[in-house]
C-alpha cells in the first residue's frame, strides 16, 4: 500500500517491485472531467453526491478547482523515473541483441539483419 486516506479509502497499491502501480483515483482526470460526470448523472435523474472538495464550497453551479495537477505530475514523474529509467538498462549495445528492441517479434527470420 502506498496511499490511503481516511476518507477515500485505499488510493494507490503495488507490487514489491514497483512494475505494477495501481491507482484507484483518478490523477489524470482534467478540471472539468468530473464535473461532467456529475451534471450527466444529475441530468439522468440520479441523486450523486456532490465531489468533496471539488466545487468551491461544495456548489456544484461553480466551476471546480483543479487542485490535484501537482499531485498528480509528482506521482506520474516518480512512478515513470523509478519503474522506467530507474529500471531500464541502457546499454543500448545490450538492447542490440535482443531482435525485440526492432519492434519484432523474438522468433522468426531476419535474414534483412544479416546484410546490415
Not at 81 to 104: C, H, M, W
Request: charged residues 25%.
Amino acid at each position: 500500500m502506498i496511499a490511503q486516506g481516511n476518507e477515500v479509502g485505499l488510493s494507490i497499491i503495488a507490487s514489491p517491485d514497483m512494475r505494477e502501480v495501481y491507482s484507484f483515483g483518478h490523477l489524470e482526470y482534467d478540471r472539468d472531467t468530473l464535473a461532467k460526470e456529475y451534471h450527466r448523472d444529475v441530468k439522468a435523474g440520479l441523486d450523486p453526491d456532490v465531489p468533496k472538495n471539488y466545487f468551491d464550497g461544495d456548489d456544484a453551479s461553480t466551476e471546480p478547482r483543479i487542485r490535484w495537477n501537482l499531485a498528480a505530475t509528482t506521482f506520474f514523474s516518480n512512478w515513470i523515473n523509478y519503474a522506467v529509467y530507474q529500471e531500464t538498462p541502457y546499454r543500448l549495445e545490450e538492447l542490440e541483441k535482443d531482435i525485440s528492441f526492432y519492434g519484432l517479434p523474438i522468433k522468426g527470420n531476419y535474414d534483412i539483419f544479416t546484410s546490415i
